[in-house]
């Protein structure tokens, strides 16, 4: 079935440091994919997303590519602020599939 | 505003006793969700619902039970029959089950088991 595999966290970077999040996935067909983002006690809440191969989607400065060929969704953002310590999930969805296939999560920290 | 709220925010229950977690949105979407997070975990897929007075099991549905009575609102029960019910409860909705969309979701509610 399809899955979701990102990094294990936590994360922790200082102020203003380059982030990488890690996501691949394993579907079947053309899922859509999308990254979600969780601030401490709250729902999740859409950050970006793509629908089909070779798009960016991109929010608040981060960034990730639609990659087939390496089915990958990595999460990049240049300069990372404290507002950002979250926990942020990478997720896809299928066309007709009637669910969404979360990651597991990865906590980031940004020092000051 | 648009959106979806859950209620209450916190809740806590004594063992044996049923409770129920309310979820409404007026996002005028078809598709409801519900997702329990452990600490440290995912989310893992408890109901879902396409339309009113229809709901599938999820991936961990025992011990759960819902209804759709109405569209906007998609009610969760914890039953005692759920052995370890203590988690963060979430709420989602989409505006259809087919369509691969985004998924809102509500502020959550946290139970614990006393």
């Known amino acids: 079935g399809d899955s979701v595999t990102q990094m294990e966290g936590p994360v922790t970077l200082s102020e203003e440091a380059f982030l990488t999040i890690n996501c691949t996935y394993t579907?079947?067909?053309?899922?859509?994919l999308f990254w979600y983002v969780q601030y401490p006690g709250e729902g999740l809440q859409l950050l970006l997303k793509?629908?089909?191969?070779?798009d960016k989607g991109s929010n608040k400065g981060f960034e990730a590519t639609y990659r087939k060929e390496t089915t990958s969704f990595h999460l990049e953002k240049g300069s990372v602020q404290v507002s950002d310590s979250a926990v942020y999930f990478c997720?896809?969805?299928?066309?007709?599939?009637?669910?969404?296939?979360f990651g597991a999560g990865t906590r980031l920290f940004v020092k000051a | 505003d648009g959106g979806i709220t859950q209620s209450p925010k916190y809740l806590f229950r004594k063992e044996g006793q049923n409770v129920t977690l309310s979820c409404e949105q007026n996002?005028?979407?078809?598709?409801m969700y519900w997702y329990r997070q452990d600490p440290g975990q995912g989310l893992r897929l408890i109901y879902y619902?396409?339309?009113?007075?229809?709901?599938q099991k999820g991936d961990i549905a025992e011990g759960y039970s819902v209804s759709r009575e109405k569209k906007e609102s998609f009610p969760l029960t914890v039953t005692s029959a759920q052995k370890n019910p203590t988690a963060f409860y979430l709420c989602?909705?989409?505006?259809?089950?087919?369509?691969?969309?985004?998924?809102?979701f509500g502020p959550g509610t946290r139970l614990t088991v006393l």
């Open positions: 989602a909705s989409s505006p259809d089950l087919a369509s691969a969309d985004t998924q809102y």
């Open positions: 579907a079947t067909g053309y899922p859509s």
């Open positions: 793509a629908t089909k191969a070779d």
């Open positions: 997720a896809l969805s299928n066309t007709g599939g009637f669910k969404t296939i």
């Open positions: 996002l005028n979407h078809d598709a």
């Open positions: 619902s396409q339309i009113v007075n229809d709901f």
